[in-house]
């Protein structure tokens, strides 16, 4: 029988594409997810992949009761041998506005999801984790020891949290084992067009923005700030696509399988950083399609330049990256694409 994982968060950007991954690899994803960032149309497009909808949980994961109701009734249908915790709030600017959101959404469901593990035995936990944990590092490329710094944003004091409630409950005594996957930025949609990322209302990460602007159905890109001390001006970070990001979720379960015992972080990313300027060139090389773009004034927040040492999870995980920027630009505007259709 295949292994199940369910997988809270399935519906959104990033595990979405990890469900394609983990029925590709064998296993049996149960999703748990309250679509409330994300639509149900991602399920269409999930079974226009897989050929059948994946087992689906409506719940709320920061709902202690609705959470242990929904792993009773996944528990009593076979073993669960693992989980991928994705679903938290993930918008950096709201979490300024709203701290009490992020912090009551991000954490309680962490906690209620290692409660769950207890009681049902589940042994291998994957945390969704965010290189924002790093803040602006002192060194590039930033590597698994560098220290986790303040916080800029509530929303990157919950990873930071969650990393930390992980830890200490792994170092408890629990027979959990975690991984703990600092994410870069992922960018990009699955290949077929089928799935990608479904930002409602107006977008904050560079890429749907740059999509949409492409589209005209935006107003020009504005580049935030082009005076960083950078080659061009422009900040630098780690674009990866959703896919290879997806695929090192079915490595960290591989790996978790052979672990006795661990907690362990790992990094995310290409080990290649990109310019603002750089990515929005590679767009227009990849699709033919120019961007409008103008230069504005910095994003406040907005760190110089960040991309990741991968070499740990390279090593560890055996795992690599196979899709270039210009892939995961492409895969970004045909997904683009299909939304205007
Ligand atoms: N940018 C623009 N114009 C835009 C949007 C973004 O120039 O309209 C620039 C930003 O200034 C930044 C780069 O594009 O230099 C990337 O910005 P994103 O908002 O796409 O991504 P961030 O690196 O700011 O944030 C991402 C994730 C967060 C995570 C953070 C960790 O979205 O969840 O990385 O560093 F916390």
């Known amino acids: ?32 997810d309250d679509f409330s960032n994300s639509t149900k149309e991602v399920l269409s497009g999930l079974k226009a ?11 709320d994961c920061s709902s202690r009761t609705e959470l242990l109701q929904a ?17 938290a709030f993930k918008a950096v600017g709201e979490s300024t506005q709203r701290p009490l959101k992020y912090y009551a959404n991000n954490i309680a469901s962490t906690v209620h999801i290692l409660e769950a593990s207890e009681t049902h035995n589940v042994s291998n936990l994957v945390f969704s984790s965010s290189c924002t944990v790093y803040g602006q590092p002192d060194t590039i490329p930033v590597d698994e020891e560098a220290p986790v710094k303040g916080a800029e944003s509530p929303y990157g004091y919950t990873k930071q949290v969650c990393e930390r409630i992980i830890t200490d409950f792994v170092a408890s005594g629990s027979p959990l084992k975690a991984a703990l996957l600092r994410y870069f930025n992922p960018i990009g949609a699955h290949p077929s067009s089928h799935i990608g990322e479904l930002p409602l209302g107006h977008p904050n990460n560079l890429v749907p923005y740059l999509t949409q602007a492409a589209a005209k159905l935006r107003d020009p890109l504005t580049v935030f700030g082009s005076d960083y001390p950078t080659p061009d001006g422009t900040c630098i970070r780690d674009y990866i696509h959703v896919m290879d990001l997806a695929n090192a979720h079915v490595s960290a379960l591989h790996w978790l399988s052979e672990q006795e015992n661990a907690c362990e972080a790992f990094n995310l990313g290409t080990g290649h950083g990109n310019s603002v300027l750089e990515v ?26 960040i991309f990741a040492e991968a070499s740990k999870a390279r090593h560890e995980l055996s795992w690599t990256c196979k899709y270039s920027l210009e892939d995961a630009l492409r895969d970004a505007w045909n997904w683009q694409c299909t939304l205007i259709d």
């Open 49 to 59: 992949i897989l050929g059948f909808e994946p087992a689906l949980e409506e719940v």
């Open 280 to 305: 929005i060139q590679a767009f227009e090389q990849a699709t033919g399609v120019p961007v409008p773009h103008n230069i504005g004034a910095r994003r406040p927040g907005d760190i110089t330049a």
């Open 71 to 87: 792993f009773d009734r996944i528990a009593a249908e076979g073993t669960i041998d693992g989980i991928i915790h994705f679903a």
């Open 1 to 32: 029988m295949n292994k199940r994982v369910v997988v809270t968060g399935g519906a959104g950007y990033i595990g979405s594409h990890t469900v394609v991954e983990l029925v590709k690899a064998g296993y049996t994803p149960v999703i748990l």
